[in-house]
């Protein structure tokens, strides 16, 4: 007798949003296929689907809590875990005071709906101010670009990439992401389809990457440089006429104040700098603006730089001057079942900036929190409210922030140590307590932030695959636990309660949305493509965009006075990331089947670089920063502009006391045991490691 059965769900391990179709007998995984009739990702997955089997099965996966003690680690009751983490939080703050206790959440966290809604409760429980997350080793620009210009930090513009005709694509690699602020499944068959409509799309990197490989074109530039790039192409626009915010025009402040900045970077004066030539600038800009439909989007490359603030404001002044935000085939505002930026006019959580400064370093919060590259020294450094314990939740900020052995050397250091994560690896190592969740088929699927994020309107929840154990715990269980015993209130509402309280103030009130609808539509509801909304949609007072908000302007002069290259003679290269389409970030290295095949932590380097150097295929390199150095195998290739090298990032599993084998047998090298944490985008806080500069040594 076949009891084959059929499950399907949301795969929650990028941002991709990818619909998946489970076969399963009992707890046998039989196939995981992707869900055609899934109305945003139309049956794609990539590989990293396949790996939600391997973490559920995953031997070295924590499933109760373990305490390290001078013996090792040793197996403890939830209970018993439960009270000594909050007695101990409670005792370092009425030691040291409340803001002895700092936290870091990692990505993760905004993957997970259970910590998603019972992550900000918890916190509040803790009453602490040292608040750290991977927004600002990621994001930061984006949120502070959306709260300068639109007046809300998560009114990101999204891509209309299904009605584009042209799609500028910087600093970004999304055939390998699927989409990054911007979940936009099955990423290469819709920029496919861009051309296939007459269409062009332009990638503009330091590397040839996969994205460029389907492109129309790709032109290399120098890291750090793309600000200038923006300012030039605007200077084009503007001097040939061609700027027209058409529906906009009436909702906007600072028009003239850009027009009259843009005059100042004509290409010729940038070309040097960037890379690029003059007459190549000038095409790009022309083209841009006269195609009937264009959008501009930027990621990684360029909000992990010096000038991360300025481009993301750049990129959206782009979009706005040539009439393609706000316009079907440009960038729009979503519209998703739970809008968080809608609720939050009830809130007022709108974001904030610079209400106060961290303690070491005087750097400004943005929404509640520092930027993580300071969290070491607030550790380390003496004094009132110095870090005396840590929660980590979800997230391994050795491997994922800057000069991560600093961060270990801070983190040995703690009083005491909390992390709420399914693995010991190289941050939770250092904790006293590990609380391991439920994770992938056992929890509850519906994503908060990536509907928020998405290139189309819908909607989607699937409960658990699998029942956990009886001595498990979910995320938002554990949450629970530890917030009624540090505030000493309880919280009556389950998972799926909360989530029907959101869906009531949904705006699509005929579907009568509630988690009971939802688990109905097994494949989700679509409720359409991306619409104009503004200037309604607009949180700023006078419901119009800020172009020219003060504090983009008066950073340009920063940018002036730092505009050619440093350190050239002593580290004469560049050092940029990548992401490989089979893992995001650290998280999936303990599965076999995505880190098999040819060794990825490589250093690429350009082919005429690697010959003056005399360097050979596969040869092992040192690769040396003014922090730290790493030794990796060499990629030689043609893919890398001349004088910049990439390793990829979530590396780094040759660290004692981890219990992750199959990683280990895989370790590679961390990039961030060569990113300095002193390295900041001033403007925003984010930190500023792509265009690190390095030197390679030969080992013989």
């Known amino acids: 007798m076949n009891n084959t059965q059929i499950h399907f769900r949301t795969c929650n391990l990028c941002e991709a949003m990818c619909g998946l179709e489970i076969t399963y007998k009992n707890t046998e995984i039989i196939a995981i296929k992707g869900d055609k009739k899934d109305p945003l990702s139309r049956g794609h997955i990539c590989p990293k689907a396949t790996a939600l089997e391997d973490l559920y099965h995953d031997k070295d996966r924590l499933k109760t809590p373990i ?6 680690w040793i197996d403890i009751s939830w209970e018993e875990a439960f009270d000594e983490v909050a007695t101990q939080i409670k005792n370092i703050q009425k030691k040291y005071g409340k803001n002895a206790v700092g936290s870091y959440r990692g ?31 990621d994001q930061l620009p984006h949120h502070f670009a959306s709260l300068m210009m639109f007046g809300h930090y998560l009114m990101f513009p999204i891509p209309d990439i299904d009605r584009t005709d042209f799609m500028l694509i910087m600093g970004a690699n999304p055939a390998a992401s699927n989409g990054s602020i ?16 007459g269409g062009k799309v332009v990638v503009v990197d330091p590397r040839f990457t996969e994205t460029s490989k389907i492109a129309t074109t790709h032109h290399f530039i120098k890291p750090g440089k793309d600000a200038l790039l923006l300012l030039a192409m605007l200077n084009v626009i503007f001097d040939e006429n061609l700027a027209d915010a058409k529906h906009l025009k009436n909702h906007i402040n600072g028009w003239n104040t850009v027009k009259e900045i843009v005059s100042n970077y004509p290409p010729e004066k940038v070309a040097t700098s960037t890379g690029m030539t003059s007459e190549n600038i000038k095409n790009l800009a022309r083209q841009f603006a006269t195609a009937k439909t264009a959008v501009c989007y930027g990621r990684m490359g360029l909000s992990t730089q010096e000038f991360g603030g300025l481009c993301q404001w750049l990129v959206n002044v782009l979009n706005i001057v040539t009439g393609n935000l706000d316009t079907e085939g440009g960038a729009l505002f979503t519209k998703p079942a739970i809008d968080v930026v809608e609720m939050s006019r009830r809130t007022g959580k709108i974001g904030s900036f610079n209400k106060r400064q961290s303690r070491v370093h005087g750097l400004p919060e943005f929404t509640g929190e520092f930027p993580v590259s300071t969290l070491a020294d607030e550790i380390l450094t003496p004094g009132k409210d110095q870090i005396k314990a840590m929660i980590t939740v979800a997230g391994n900020p ?79 269980e554990i949450l629970e636990a530890l917030t009624s015993r540090l ?23 005929e ?92 250093l690429l380097i350009n082919a005429e670089d690697a010959h003056q150097l005399k360097l050979k295929n596969n040869e092992k390199v040192s690769v040396i920063s003014n922090v730290g150095s790493v030794i990796l195998p060499v990629e030689i290739t043609e893919q890398m502009m001349p004088k910049v090298v990439s390793i990829p990032h979530g590396w780094g599993h040759h660290r004692k006391g981890i219990k992750l084998e199959i990683a280990q047998q895989n370790a590679g090298v961390s990039i961030n045991d060569l990113t300095d944490s002193n390295r900041l985008d001033t403007l925003t806080g984010n930190a500023d490691f792509s265009g690190t500069r390095v030197k390679i040594e030969r080992l013989n």
Not at 187 to 196: D, V, W
Not at 572 to 597: A, D
């Open 107 to 137: 990505n993760p966290t905004v993957h997970n709906i259970g910590l998603m809604l019972f992550g900000a409760p918890f916190m509040q429980s803790v009453g602490s101010n040292q608040k750290y997350t991977a927004t600002s080793v």
């Open 182 to 197: 911007m979940t936009a499944p099955d990423f290469s068959k819709r920029l496919k389809a861009i051309q296939n409509r």
């Open 398 to 476: 050795v491997l994922s922030t800057p000069n991560g052995k600093h961060l270990e050397k801070a983190l040995d250091s703690l009083e005491f140590m909390v992390a709420i994560d399914i693995y010991l690896n190289e941050t939770t190592k250092y904790a006293n307590i590990i609380l391991p969740t439920t994770t992938g088929l056992e929890t509850a699927v519906y994503d908060l932030i990536f509907h928020q994020f998405a290139i189309r309107n819908t909607a989607k929840y699937a409960e658990a695959l699998f029942e956990k154990d009886s001595n498990q715990r979910h995320d938002w």
């Open 487 to 509: 505030s000493g209130k309880e919280n009556p509402a389950n998972l799926e309660q909360t989530l029907d309280y959101m869906l009531q103030f949904s705006a699509y009130k």
């Open 511 to 602: 579907s009568e949305l509630s988690v009971a609808t939802l688990k109905k539509q097994p494949h989700g509801i679509d409720f359409g493509a991306l619409k104009p909304q503004l200037p309604e949609r607009l949180f700023t007072k006078d419901k119009k965009i800020e172009l020219a908000h003060p504090l983009f302007i008066k950073d340009l002069d920063r940018l002036n006075k730092t505009s050619s290259d440093k350190n050239t003679d002593t580290y004469p290269f560049s050092l940029i990331g990548r992401r490989h389409l089979r893992s995001n970030n650290s998280w999936m290295h303990n599965s076999k089947r995505l880190i098999k095949g040819k060794e990825r932590c490589t």
């Open 67 to 72: 305490k390290r003690t001078e013996k090792g």
